[in-house]
């Protein structure tokens, strides 16, 4: 079986439709490189809240085991974020590049289980690439390995096996299943999704919510986007053409997540989706680049990456072998399973295979904007002080401020903290308790350890003030959500989810009225 497989994939219209360029892989491996550098630097001012014992998730919350678990200090934390730095250097520049490919992947899934609640869709693809970069020849071009190794053992600057395979139909599943999720009207009929995705305060930048004085284009947008992202990657493998298809939908998803990066505060999402897209740019493209004036320069880096290193038809490939390609076949199957299971229930991956999916990181849902939220706010959380005054622990304001910020995602100093808190606020029963109750014990803690007595918190609270976006720019539903309350001597006490949702939907039945 496996021959046949290997065989196939030799077939010189199956290489053309599902190959990748050398050099292709070779931009990948920089944009991840550079991805991972640029993850780890605006993480690191807030190792201490978000991967230590003292801050909102201590590790005896921790379920998964990581690498993290084992220390709980901030500098433990530190020591880790620069040996990740150190392996996404070598990532960067092709030293060691299967090992620092390897390593790269072992501390990011270390990290993403350690805490998360931080993270994303974008996190989780960055995840994935460097999954099955692993199995890839990502240093074969333009890389200090390809220098020290001399002449590249490859024939072709195509490869096309099992594990270039997974890479594109990775990155396709992305889209393919995000707008099999996206099934109710809002995308396709209404033509909305866009236009309530841009009325959520916490995540829209000023570009995005200057967008909404054009209903009718958010309209054709949401539909584009929907078609997109359903047939775009099917275009990316016609057998015909496929070159300029494949150009083509590159520029297309390029350009779909230069918008959603104009208009969202998304972390690296729209940038990991950009670099994943550079695995389908075909051997045209760089052949092209080749003729230009940008490659005349042979001892260029960038002139490396577009003309390779010369080839030879002696030495082994730098392959893990046939029995790597099979897993990597098998775990193919394996991710698209998962996949599949988000849209169709019956065929979700059954309990018993869904530790390894959860412990690899490779457990996937594309839900992004699937149902694009209506009600969402901002967050009040009011401390009166031993001198009894009134700080608000979230802004640092005082006296309180009640009314809209004009910035709701300024509020929070990184996207990742909102992101814990739409957690939450959105999750139920004990998960729901805990990790309100853990951010407010911080939020004293660290308050508390900043201030002398007399300014030190007494009593604290936790609203969310919900706003429910309505159609053609009516005025949105209000209403004030307490999550949170603890007194000094009195304990605390966490509002229910349910509870908070009975309450949103009173504000809604009497607005309608």
């Known amino acids: ?21 050398l050099r292709s892989l070779a931009a990948l491996r920089i944009g991840l490189g550079l991805l991972l550098l640029a993850d780890l630097g605006t993480r690191a001012p807030f190792l201490s809240a978000h991967l230590s014992d003292s801050g909102i998730l201590p590790r005896e919350d921790v379920s998964a085991f990581t690498l993290y678990s084992l220390g709980g200090s901030t500098l433990f934390a530190g020591f880790l974020f620069a040996v990740a730095a150190a392996f996404a250097l070598l990532l960067l520049v092709g030293r060691f590049t299967r090992v620092a490919t390897l390593a790269s992947w072992v501390l990011l899934v270390s990290l993403h289980l350690r805490n998360p609640y931080l993270i994303d869709s974008g996190d989780k693809l960055l995840a994935l690439l460097l999954f099955w970069g692993i199995f890839l020849p990502l240093g074969t071009r333009a890389s200090l390995d390809a220098r020290t190794r001399g002449p590249s053992a490859f024939e072709t600057d195509l490869i096309c096996t099992p594990a270039s395979l997974a890479l594109l139909l990775q990155v396709a599943f992305v889209y393919v299943f995000s707008a099999l999720l996206k099934d109710g009207p809002l995308w396709l009929k209404d033509g909305t999704a866009i236009y309530y995705a841009l009325h959520v305060d916490l995540i829209t930048t000023d570009f995005g919510r200057s967008l909404l004085r054009y209903p009718a284009a958010l309209r054709v947008l949401s539909r584009g986007t929907w078609l997109l992202e359903l047939f775009g990657p099917f275009l990316a493998f016609v057998p015909v053409g496929s070159a300029w ?13 230069i918008g959603f990066a104009l208009c969202f505060h998304l972390v690296l999402f729209p940038y990991v989706c950009i670099v994943a897209w550079l695995a389908f740019l075909p051997s045209a493209f760089w052949d092209a680049l080749q003729r230009t004036r940008i490659a005349q320069g042979t001892r260029s880096f960038a002139s490396t990456l577009i003309r390779g290193l010369p080839r030879s038809r002696r030495g082994p490939s730098p392959s893990l072998g046939t029995a790597a390609e099979v897993l990597a076949a098998v775990i193919l199957v394996y991710v698209f399973w998962w996949n599949a299971g988000t849209v169709l229930p019956k065929l979700a ?7 390894l999916g959860e412990q690899l990181c490779l457990r996937q849902k594309w839900s992004m904007f699937a149902s694009p939220l209506r009600a969402d706010g901002w967050w009040v959380m009011p401390a009166t002080l031993q001198d009894g005054s009134e700080v608000d622990l979230h802004t640092g304001a005082a006296p309180v401020r009640w009314e809209k910020p004009e910035d709701v995602a300024a509020t929070f100093p990184t996207s990742r903290c909102m992101k814990w808190l739409t957690y939450a606020w959105g999750a139920s029963g004990p998960e729901h308790r805990d990790l309100i109750a853990s951010y407010a014990a911080w939020l004293r803690r660290e308050w508390d350890a900043r201030h002398a007595a007399p300014e030190r918190v007494e009593s604290l609270r936790i609203l969310y003030r919900a706003e429910e976006t309505r159609p053609d720019d009516l005025p949105p539903y209000r209403c004030d959500l307490l999550l949170y309350e603890w007194k000094s001597g009195a304990g605390e006490h966490v509002v229910p989810f349910a509870e908070s949702l009975v309450a949103l939907q009173a504000a809604r039945a009497a607005g309608a009225k």
């Open 1 to 21: 079986m496996e021959g046949r497989l290997l065989r196939f994939l030799r077939h010189d219209v199956v290489r053309r439709t599902f190959g990748i360029d």
């Open 245 to 257: 298809f494949r150009i083509a939908m590159v520029a297309a998803f390029v350009a779909l997540h």
């Open 349 to 355: 991956v059954p309990e018993s295979l869904r530790p």
